[in-house]
C-alpha cells in the first residue's frame, strides 16, 4: 500500500484530524486483514476476511467522502482504491 496518497494523508508531522484519524486506522484495519487473507487456508475464513475487506473499504470510501466535505485535501491525486 505504498503510494502518493498514504505517503501525504498519513504523514505524522501534522496535527492529527479526527477523520485523518479515522483514515489512518482504517488503513491500519485493511493492512492487517489484507495480511491475514494471504494466511488463510479455510474456505470460510477467506469468505470472512473478503467481507471485512469490502466493509473497510466502504468505511474508507466514507471518511473520504468526509473528509472532501470538510475541506479536507491532499496534494496528490491518487487513493488507495479506485472509488
Same mark, same amino acid.
Given at each position: 500500500?505504498?503510494?502518493?496518497?498514504?505517503?501525504?494523508? =498519513?504523514? +505524522?508531522? /501534522? $496535527?492529527? &484530524? $479526527?477523520? #485523518?484519524? *479515522?483514515?489512518?486506522?482504517?488503513? %491500519?484495519?485493511?493492512?492487517?486483514?489484507? *495480511?491475514?487473507?494471504?494466511?488463510?487456508?479455510?474456505?470460510?475464513?477467506? /469468505? @470472512?476476511? #473478503?467481507? +471485512?475487506? +469490502? %466493509?473497510?473499504? *466502504?468505511?474508507?470510501?466514507? =471518511? =473520504?467522502?468526509? *473528509?472532501?466535505? /470538510? @475541506? #479536507? %485535501?491532499?496534494?496528490?491525486? %491518487? &487513493?488507495?482504491?479506485? +472509488?
Amino acid at each position: 500500500m505504498e503510494n502518493i496518497f498514504r505517503k501525504t494523508i =498519513l504523514r +505524522e508531522d /501534522e $496535527p492529527p &484530524h $479526527p477523520t #485523518i484519524t *479515522a483514515i489512518r486506522e482504517v488503513c %491500519a484495519r485493511i493492512d492487517t486483514v489484507e *495480511a491475514r487473507f494471504s494466511m488463510e487456508a479455510d474456505p470460510d475464513l477467506i /469468505e @470472512g476476511c #473478503i467481507y +471485512e475487506l +469490502e %466493509a473497510l473499504r *466502504a468505511q474508507y470510501r466514507y =471518511l =473520504l467522502r468526509c *473528509a472532501r466535505e /470538510e @475541506g #479536507i %485535501a491532499c496534494r496528490e491525486r %491518487a &487513493h488507495l482504491w479506485n +472509488e
